[in-house]
């Protein structure tokens, strides 16, 4: 077993609550509605915690205190509008920053506390939103090729309806339907999905055949981005996995045919939306990369934006520059836009160094292309997780050299 994870008893009530945080936090689709519900409960769970039960775990409030700190400085640093940095985002100040970011923190820390500091519990929470989430996904995608009618779980709260059409059909399957799960688009749902299993995978230091079979989902979605991405994930598990040679080279035979499949579903989704898709990543590329150096070295800042897109970010207009939605390349280029080059690869720096087995470095690189926002809670999570595996990491060795000290002696 893992020396991360240690068994503990803990109260149901408390895995139960740690449980509805946590799948709040990350059905990031429905926005500021989830605050509504999160916002008491994470109040209800401080009083809990340390009224009736004190407990504090010291590697979880180092962790939470470090954080704190670097998202004040990073706000600081960000907010002055010196060398590229902007501040021309309508209700989205510094303060509100700093708020939103640090209550994300908060939440973090809650769902860890409530799990008492364990790493075992926090697996099985984490475990059980991902069940959550993906058994969303199934129900979904058996209910509408079964009866053609879908089951939106967004619109009822948000107004938004779920974005399941295909708009294309394939021979023998018919009129294609994309499931979201509790996300907006079939592409955010594997987004999401896959950055939890990520975080999973670097507790766990290991891949399960579970991990395997969640990952497909994403690829099932039938989403272009989700496809590539959800496919480039699976091969990293698929390579780290102790599945037996024999078996990894029939599959890896079946692999060389999905570059056919995926060329079919490309085109009928490329004729269904005249090209317009892949265009609009191509205009956003295009359009990051035409900014002056200076900005593409060091972005736009958190707080800013390229002027023309700051104007219309807010309306739902930014198809009048030729592009739907910032985060569509990537995370990678999200980035960009607003830290920069230097900040891009400062993050990426940070994360090789900090996160230890060769697994979760490259399952990172590949969540880089998903369209997660930098500032989201899932993805305040993985940081935070992160650090909180290398500071039990730094325990351990620490601990193994004092008691190699006292054999020595």
Same mark, same amino acid.
């Given at each position: ?10 109260? /149901? ?5 740690? +449980?509805? =945080?946590?799948?709040?936090? @990350? ?23 340390? %009224? ?10 180092? &962790? ?37 970011? =640090? ?21 099985? %929470? *984490? ?48 009129? *294609? ?41 994403? &690829? ?6 989700? *496809? ?16 037996? =040679?024999? @078996? ?12 056919? =499949? ?17 265009? /609009?990543?191509?205009?956003? /590329? ?8 200076? @900005? ?44 920069? /080059?230097?900040?891009?690869?400062? %993050?990426?720096?940070?994360?090789? +160094? ?11 690189? %590949? ?21 909180? &595996? ?20």
């Amino acid at each position: 077993m893992n020396t991360l994870i240690n068994n503990v008893k803990v109260p /149901l009530f408390s895995f139960c609550l740690s +449980c509805l =945080i946590f799948l709040l936090m @990350t059905s990031e689709s429905y926005d500021s509605y989830r605050y509504a519900i999160a916002l008491p409960l994470v109040l209800f769970s401080i009083v809990f915690l340390f %009224v009736k039960k004190p407990y504090v775990s010291k590697i979880g409030f180092g &962790v939470v205190s470090v954080s704190i700190m670097l998202c004040v400085a990073f706000g600081v640093f960000y907010s002055l509008p010196t060398l590229t940095f902007k501040n021309n985002i309508d209700n989205y100040n510094f303060v509100i920053f700093v708020a939103s970011t =640090i209550f994300k923190i908060f939440c973090c820390y809650t769902i860890f506390e409530l799990c008492r500091g364990n790493l075992a519990l926090l697996v099985k %929470v *984490i475990s059980a939103v991902i069940i959550i989430h993906v058994a969303m996904f199934v129900l979904q995608t058996i209910v509408v090729y079964g009866t053609g009618y879908y089951i939106d779980v967004l619109e009822p709260v948000t107004g938004e309806a779920q974005r399941y059409e295909g708009l294309f059909s394939l021979p023998v399957i018919g009129n *294609i339907y994309r499931a979201t799960g509790f996300f907006i688009e079939p592409s955010t749902y594997a987004t999401y999905v896959l950055w939890l299993l990520a975080i999973r995978i670097m507790i766990n230091g290991k891949v399960n055949k579970s991990d395997l079979y969640i990952a497909g989902t994403t &690829v099932i979605t039938l989403s272009l981005a989700a *496809i590539v991405y959800g496919l480039m994930f699976f091969l990293v598990l698929f390579q780290f996995s102790k599945i037996k =040679i024999r @078996t990894k080279l029939l599959c890896y035979t079946v692999f060389s045919f999905l570059p056919f =499949i995926f060329i079919s579903i490309f085109d009928a989704r490329l004729n269904a939306l005249n090209g317009s898709g892949e265009s /609009l990543r191509y205009n956003l /590329l295009n359009y990051v990369f035409s900014q002056d150096l200076g @900005t593409i070295l060091l972005g736009n800042g958190v707080m800013g934006l390229p002027d023309e897109v700051a104007a219309l970010s807010n309306t739902n207009d930014l198809w009048r520059l030729g592009f739907a939605a910032l985060n569509d390349n990537g995370l990678w280029l999200f980035l960009i836009i607003k830290v920069g /080059l230097l900040g891009l690869f400062s %993050v990426i720096f940070a994360v090789m +160094c900090l996160v230890k087995d060769m697994t979760s470095k490259m399952l990172f690189l %590949v969540l880089m292309l998903t369209k997660i926002n930098f500032l989201s809670f899932t993805f305040i999570f993985y940081i935070f997780v992160t650090m909180l &595996v290398y500071l039990y990491h730094l325990r351990i060795k620490k601990r193994i050299l004092s008691e190699s000290k006292d054999i020595v002696d």
